[in-house]
C-alpha cells in the first residue's frame, strides 16, 4: 500500500481542472495516509495562456474547508509549488513570507524567462549546451533561494526539447549535479522523486536513479515522492516503483512534513 503523494495539482493551478475534492477522494480510495496539494505558483511564466498565480486566500480556505470535511479520513498538507527564476525572487519570497504552508517544492519550469515546455528553451542550442543551462540555472536557484523544502523533478529539463534522444547522460553533468546536491544538503534541502517522468514517457521517475544514489553517497536524507498529478487518474501512479528505486539507492525511509518540519515514514 502508498502511504502519501506530495505533489498534486488541482484546479487551482492554471494547468489542472480537477477539483480538490476529486483529488482528495481518490487518494482516498487508494488507502493514502496523507496527501500534499502543491498548486503552481510561478510568477511571470512565459505563457499567458497559463499565468500560474495562486489566489493564497481563496487556496487557504478550500484546503481548510477540506481538512474539515475528511478529517479522520486522510491527512492534508498545505502545499505550494513555486516555479523559481531569479528575477522573480522578491516576489516569491514576499508570496512566502506572507503565507503559511507545510510543504513547499521549489521547481525550475523556466530558465531566464523561456519555459522549457515545448521547445521555446531549447531553440538554436545542442542538446549538452541546453540542458548544461539548465543545471547551471537550477544551481543558482538553490543558491539564492530558501523558501523551499525540497527541490522538485530535478531533471525536468529531458521531458521536453525537439531532440532524437531526450535521454539524459547524468555523467555529462556530474560536476554541476554535484555541486547542487552539496548545495542542498548543506541549506538542509532534499530532493523529490517524481513518478510522472513515467507518464511523459522517459521510463523512469526523476531524478534518475544515479542522481538519488549521488544524493544519498553525499549524506542527503530528505526525499519525498509525488506523483505530479493534474487529474485523479495518476493520483498516486508509480508509488509503489519509487519505494523500490528508493530502497534500491540505499534509503530506508522517506519523508512527509508539517509545519514544514521534516517526518521520516519506514518505507513500506
Not at 33 to 59: G, M, N, R, S, V
Not at 70 to 96: N, P, W
Not at 159 to 170: A, I, P
Amino acid at each position: 500500500m502508498s502511504y502519501s503523494d506530495y505533489h498534486m495539482h488541482t484546479n487551482y493551478s492554471s494547468d489542472s481542472d480537477a477539483t480538490m475534492e476529486s483529488m482528495i477522494e481518490k487518494a482516498i480510495s487508494l488507502g493514502l495516509k496523507e496527501i500534499a496539494i502543491t498548486d503552481h505558483l510561478d510568477y511571470q511564466y512565459p505563457d499567458p495562456e497559463f499565468p500560474f498565480l495562486l489566489d493564497y486566500d481563496a487556496y487557504t480556505a478550500k484546503i481548510n474547508d477540506m481538512k474539515q470535511k475528511y478529517d479522520g479520513k486522510i491527512i492534508i498538507r498545505k502545499g505550494v509549488e513555486f516555479g523559481l527564476q531569479a528575477h522573480v525572487k522578491k516576489e516569491t519570497d514576499d508570496f512566502y513570507k506572507n503565507g503559511i504552508f507545510d510543504f513547499v517544492i521549489g521547481s525550475t519550469h523556466c530558465v531566464k524567462g523561456l519555459e522549457l515546455y515545448g521547445n521555446y528553451f531549447y531553440n538554436g542550442k545542442t542538446q549538452h549546451n541546453a540542458y548544461l543551462e539548465y543545471f547551471e540555472d537550477l544551481y543558482n536557484n538553490v543558491k539564492i533561494y530558501d523558501c523551499f523544502n525540497v527541490y522538485g523533478h530535478m531533471d525536468y529539463v529531458n521531458r521536453y526539447g525537439d531532440y532524437d534522444n531526450r535521454n539524459l547522460n547524468v555523467s555529462e553533468f556530474m560536476e554541476i549535479i554535484d555541486e547542487i546536491l552539496k548545495l542542498l544538503i548543506k541549506k538542509d534541502k532534499g530532493i523529490e522523486l517524481n513518478t510522472s517522468g513515467i507518464k511523459y514517457g522517459l521510463g523512469y521517475i526523476h531524478p534518475k536513479i544515479e542522481i538519488i544514489k549521488r544524493y544519498k553517497e553525499l549524506g542527503g536524507e530528505i526525499v519525498t515522492i509525488g506523483s505530479d498529478a493534474h487529474s485523479p487518474e495518476y493520483v498516486a501512479s508509480h508509488i509503489k516503483d519509487a519505494y523500490t528505486l528508493l530502497r534500491h539507492a540505499g534509503f530506508k525511509a522517506f519523508t512527509v512534513f508539517e509545519k514544514q518540519q521534516p517526518h521520516f515514514i519506514d518505507i513500506p
